[in-house]
């Protein structure tokens, strides 16, 4: 396999985007990207997607895409692992350039949530699940992860506090970030006065809907290095899954896939979770966040909540999670998510992460998690700058 | 790059199969690969599928089927190309196995088609063409065919009797096929006073809606000698777009994205269509067959219809194109057409097609083209025994 490296990022900002097309909300980081790389042209593209079909009407993503941004010919697909869909773009991606089939790759992820109208976001989205054993009974992706919640909670003495820290922080985060959807600070009293989802879930647990799209380019490191970019080399990648539906699993308080993702992740690129040095993980949920990052290994097994409360996990803390505020206050177009904490990365290890929130010491590396539905496929990444 | 071979092959019988759900209509033939295969595990999974939350109310496909499979934690992933769901999974799992990321890797293919009602299926096959541009007009894919066609008769003189005779041809070839959909041979007078869909292309003209999985196994040649198979090697995997809208390309006569897609399979290759001895491809309707078989450069630009009626694509004919019954025949279940081509490749190139619908010389070598939509992507794949 050749060395393969993240030589280009595009973003615009997140939110409900209703003067923007599908289309539009993919193109404009697209070009942005390829200017980023400063690449005279891309041989290949994938686009993640969770459900053009249902959000959009609009299946063939792939081929309508490459077409809009002007490369009808190169050989483009669209894959999908529901709000993984991004990261499993980048994985393809990298597999494409390290396998020798391509140089140059865009890979991208969008999602245009906004337009449906009704409960036909939530139908969408819990098409994740389990169709037949989860959502015909009624369950939705809020009523998913509060049970986990409640497991964790049961289990390990999780409390409100410290589901509030990981949305506090990650509000605080977001704030400084330009292309956030909600880009503002919030409060424990407004976290814990806000609306009940679906208890102990309040609004200010849950991520957003959004409409967004990303890209990147991947290419080999020679290719890299003869555009004089810093080299942001991706050592490693971990895919997996685990039954989508949570009643098949053994435990709820863990996410297995996550682990077996990130030990997948660990075993390519030599390392372990002491050489991480910072991460962005899914917290589509406030809950979410916690078990990830016990399931990662950086915090043991019911730890996750306490390290967030004393605040481990934020900027100046031991170990930084979602420097960028995360899904909850960048937003969460779920086909674009994955490919967004890759920029966000690329950001951190490049020293230019935007209005005082990049990392003191600029970081050499850094790790992605990325999962679908209620963690039933993961996608794990580690960058690091060589 | 790694040589990679098909080692083994799983296919169920194609129809309406209102017993079997979605996951059934996978898992059958998934099983039925991996015993033909001999392995006693698989590495990774990659499943086309077109439509999963408009056909089913289900995307998270991947992660939904390795579990039902009971190879819940292995990397699954789905991909989309529209109508080429199945050519772009088998294309994805050989990147895989040829970058060296995993040794053993399942593409399978599914769509569970008829469970949608009223006019589901076609709101649902509509979302391949282009959502703004053709379908808020009032095209749908007969539609948008039969507007080639049309173009390809006033060009070339292409005639009724020639689309015709791509039906009679299939059907007679999908008669001796075990696993098709519509098993039946048919006449000129059955196909030319069959219903009016869009003229001048009738329901004869059309392949039907499907449910249906296929699966077969990819891995390296080094494996497949160990396993004491025949090798059956993936020579060549060509890919490419083209604009969806119809109203956007040069020229509606023939298909770009097939060209090219041809010309880099035949280049990765190292052949030319002369080295080739018969195709599987994309007769989604007869005129699509016709302008294939031009646009992969078997015959010239206008000569494919009069090729069709003088025989020459039939199974005794110089070129036999889609010995397995075609689309048209074997059935048209979107995400597992092109894993379906592959198989009856497989079949022909090992000697064992059913029926005597088996070459009369074993061939060495085949080639399977597969489209989304009206041409907006296409694979081409080669695959000889060495």
Redesign the interface.
């Known amino acids: ?1 050749r060395d393969v490296a993240v030589v280009g990022v595009g973003l615009h900002k997140w939110g409900e985007l209703w003067d923007k ?1 599908l289309r539009d909300v993919f193109v404009e980081p697209a070009l942005a990207a390829i200017d980023n790389a400063g690449v005279d042209h891309i041989d ?1 593209m994938v686009v993640g997607c ?5 959000f ?9 895409l ?2 809009y941004l002007g ?12 709000c993984a869909s991004g990261g ?1 773009a980048f994985r ?1 991606a990298f ?2 350039v ?4 391509s140089d140059i790759v865009l890979a991208g992820g969008v999602e245009k949530m906004t337009d449906v109208s009704g409960d036909g976001a939530t ?2 989205l819990a ?6 054993y989860e ?1 015909f009974n009624g369950a939705t992706f809020p009523g998913l992860y509060a049970l986990m919640a409640v497991a964790h909670m049961h289990k390990y003495g999780t409390t409100r506090d410290m589901l509030t820290a990981v949305a506090v922080k990650n509000h605080n985060n977001g704030s400084m970030n330009p292309y956030a959807q909600y880009p503002f600070k919030t409060t424990k009293q407004e976290v814990e006065e806000s609306v009940m989802v679906a208890s102990p879930l309040r609004i200010m647990d849950c991520s957003p809907i959004t409409d967004g799209g990303a890209a990147v380019i991947l290419t080999t490191v020679d290719i890299a290095k003869k555009l004089k970019k810093p080299i942001i080399k991706v050592i490693g990648s971990g ?7 949570l009643h ?1 699993r053994e435990d709820m308080t863990t996410l ?2 996550t682990t ?1 993702a990130a030990e997948r992740a660990f075993k390519m690129a030599g390392k372990t979770i002491k050489d991480i040095e910072f991460a962005e993980v899914h917290d589509c949920f406030t809950i979410a966040e916690i078990v990830v990052t016990e399931s990662l290994g950086i915090f043991p097994a019911g730890k996750g909540g306490e390290a967030a409360l004393r605040g481990e996990t934020g900027l100046d803390g031991k170990f930084p999670i979602n420097t960028s505020g995360g899904l909850k206050s960048k937003g969460h177009p779920v086909g674009a998510t994955g490919i967004g904490q890759i920029i966000e990365l690329v950001k951190q290890l490049s020293g230019v992460a935007e209005n005082g929130r990049q990392l003191k010491k600029t970081p050499k590396i850094g790790l992605a998690q990325n999962m ?2 209620s963690g ?2 993961t996608l794990v990444h580690i960058l690091e700058v060589i």
Do not use: C, F, W
């Open positions: 396999m097309s290949s969770m459900s053009g079909g249902l959009a009407g609009q299946e063939h993503l792939g081929s309508l490459a077409d490369q009808a010919g190169i050989p483009a697909s669209r894959v999908e692992s529901a499993l393809t597999m494409e390290a396998s020798g089939m139908y969408a098409t994740a699940a389990d169709q037949e959502v895919h997996a899954t685990d039954s989508i539906a098949s297995r896939a077996l679908g539905g039933g496929s």
